[in-house]
């Protein structure tokens, strides 16, 4: 191998090194600090309950961290209805989870309930085959 082979190499491999050195280095903080208010502190932000109901082949709602099993559209809008209570002013969302076989109207009657009683809701099922 020639000298030019030689300095092409050494500079590959010093580019490497250089872009390796860049890439795990850290980023150091700026410098600048920006204003602060002491008219009007920052609110902090809102954060949201999230109530997961799911959904059993046969009907049967899982709910509270699926540790209790309700029967029923009644029962369902009496358990979220409490945990509104409970839970008073904070923001709530519900979000129902079911698997690709279980029929559509107990999904239908949970996610009425969110419904009647304002709720925001989502709905997560759970295709055949493993894919979300």
Do not use: W
Not at 1 to 8: E, P, Q
Not at 70 to 82: D, K, M, P, Q, T
Not at 93 to 113: C, E, F, G, N, W
């Amino acid at each position: 191998m020639g000298k030019s082979g030689f300095v092409v190499r050494f500079v590959d491999v010093v580019l490497i090194l250089l872009f390796g050195f860049i890439s795990i280095s850290s980023v150091r903080a700026t410098e600048i600090d920006l204003a602060e208010s002491s008219e009007a502190p920052a609110p902090l932000p809102e954060t949201e309950a999230v109530l997961f109901v799911g959904i059993r082949s046969d009907g049967t709602y899982l709910v509270d961290d699926e540790r209790s099993e309700v029967r029923g559209a009644v029962n369902l809008l009496r358990f979220i209805g409490s945990e509104l209570t409970r839970l008073g002013d904070q923001p709530i969302k519900v979000r129902i989870r079911a698997s690709h076989d279980t029929p559509m109207r107990y999904l239908v009657d949970a996610a009425r309930v969110c419904d009647e009683l304002g709720v925001p809701k989502a709905l997560e099922v759970q295709m055949a085959g493993g894919a979300g």
